[in-house]
T-cell receptor, first 114, second 112 residues
């Protein structure tokens, strides 16, 4: 069966510090991978998605970046965090070519920037 | 991708049937309709998916009229544990372009 992992689960960082969130998927190959952010309340904002290694599409201009160094690994980074980067970060995967588009979400990372 | 519109919030009582409607006037011929449920501090989880008419599983039913410009998620006999945010998404089933966008969702509050 497929599983998706995210870490860390919670993170408190000062403004201006770097960020690295990791997401890994097990039990599938060639998944599409997604990073979402959810601010207080609800509404998921799509940040990045990737259809393959090294292929990153950015949805909103921001001080965040994403990378996909391996087929089942997706990393969200920042060189200098802003207060507005606080939120709940969710990674999701979808079967790649030939698969239905049901998204499976990870447990999320709660980021607080102080 | 077709834009969706849902009510911001709904209230219900235990044991009642709840119907949440989603409008998607610009749905394309190859678009499917998918509903997700999200509890606080958790990622959304898949509930049900359909293309037309009616789909039913162990959790919910999905009603889609012939023009497919709207859909209704029906939760039979809700309990307190059904309190969550429900999202409606519209997009191709095999979206090799990769992008799937969530709307604001409907916050369902079930009271005893």
């Amino acid at each position: 069966s497929q599983t998706i992992h995210q870490w860390p689960a919670t993170l408190v960082q000062p403004v201006g510090s770097p960020l690295s969130l990791e997401c890994t998927v097990e039990g599938t190959s060639n998944p599409n991978l997604y990073w979402y952010r959810q601010a207080a309340g609800r509404g998921l904002q799509l940040l990045f998605y990737s259809v393959g290694i090294g292929q990153i599409s950015s949805e909103v201009p921001q001080n965040l970046s994403a990378s996909r160094p391996q087929d089942r690994q997706f990393i969200l980074s920042s060189k200098k965090l802003l207060l507005s980067d606080s939120g709940f970060y969710l990674c999701a995967w979808v079967r790649g070519l030939g698969g239905p588009d049901t998204q499976y979400f990870g447990p999320g990372t709660r980021l607080t920037v102080l | 991708l077709a834009k969706t519109t849902q009510p911001i919030s709904m209230d219900s009582y235990e044991g009642q049937e709840v119907n949440i409607t989603c409008s998607h006037n610009n749905i394309a011929t190859n678009d499917y309709i998918t509903w997700y449920q999200q509890f606080p501090s958790q990622g959304p989880r898949f509930i049900i998916q359909g293309y037309k008419t009616k789909v039913t599983n162990e959790v919910a039913s999905l009603f889609i009229p012939a023009d497919r410009k709207s859909s209704t998620l029906s939760l039979p006999r809700v309990s307190l544990s059904d309190t969550a945010v429900y999202y409606c998404l519209v997009g191709p089933l095999y979206n090799q372009g990769g992008k799937l966008i969530f709307g604001q969702g409907t916050e369902l509050s079930v009271k005893p």
